[in-house]
Structures are given as C-alpha cells and as structure tokens.
C-alpha cells in the first residue's frame, strides 16, 4: 500500500516538474513565465474573452495569482479588456480579458510548445493507455479531492 503511495507521489512530482522546467525553458524564449501558458493557451481557446473568475477555474490557480498573471500579460501588450458594463476599477476582476493581435500570436507559439510537449511526453503510450490512464489519473484527483473535502469538514466541525 505505501508503494502506492510512493510510487503516486513520486510520478506526479517528476511529471510536475518536467512540465514546470518545460514552460520555464520555452517561455523564457518569449520573454513570458512559465505561469503565463495555461492562461494563454485557454484566452486562445475563448477568443470572446475569460474573466479572472473563469480563468481561476480553468488554470486551478488562486485569484491572487491569476491577477498577477494578468497584470503580467496586459502590461506586455498581450491582453486587453473588454470593458462592457464594468467600471474601470473593477475590470480586472469582472471584465472579459481578450488577446491582442499580439497576444494572438504569442498564443500560437505557446500552443506549438504545448503540442510539442505533449507529443513529446506520450510517445510509447497507445491511445488505449493514454484514455485509461487519463480517466485513472482523474478518478484518483476526485477521490483525492473528497478526502481534502471531508478534511475542510471535520476541521469546521471542530472550529465550531
């Protein structure tokens, strides 16, 4: 049983970490962060525009993070907002944000990155393994995820 959990743990580290140095290496090119593909590649797949909360969602990544993201990109001239009916003070947070003809192109490059990397990372893996691993991989996040929620649970039971 431990093996299972060594084994687990130690795959998703070193999996993480080659993606990290991955986007580190790549976006560096760019002159980007790694922090900035996943937003990005998701603003190029939403050419109507994400909101920080959307963004939040699809990148799993904390407010505070993507505002930085953001705040990253659009001083990069990467990003814009759409502003609707948002006030300038709260665009950030409610706004759409789009990407530029700049930003459109940098997205291109970033989505060859990814693919390289992806093709890069399941040569040897038949499409058969590759649909069940995915769906392992994602029944072990959700069972893992029930765990972290039963946790948040007992401990706001005994705060109380």
């Known amino acids: 049983m431990i093996d299972r959990f060594e084994n687990l743990t130690a795959g998703v580290t070193r999996i993480y970490k080659s993606i990290q140095k991955i986007k580190r290496h790549r976006m560096d090119s760019l ?34 993070g993507i505002s930085r993201i953001l705040s990253d990109l659009e001083k990069a001239g990467l ?11 709260a665009k950030r947070y409610r706004a759409k944000a789009v990407l530029t003809e700049q930003g459109q192109s940098c997205a291109k490059k970033v989505t060859g990155l990814i ?17 069940i691993f995915y769906r392992i991989l994602f029944k072990i996040a959700d069972n893992l995820n029930q765990v972290c929620r039963n946790l948040e649970n007992e401990s706001s039971r005994r705060a109380v």
């Open 31 to 64: 002159g980007l962060k790694g922090t900035h593909v996943m937003c990005l590649h998701y603003l190029s797949e939403y050419p109507d525009g994400l909101t920080a909360a959307d963004l939040c969602g699809k990148c799993h990544e904390d407010k505070g």
């Open 79 to 89: 990003i814009t907002y759409l502003s609707g009916n948002v006030s300038k003070d």
């Open 115 to 131: 693919m390289h990397a992806t093709v890069a990372g399941g040569l040897g893996i038949t499409p058969e393994e590759r649909d």
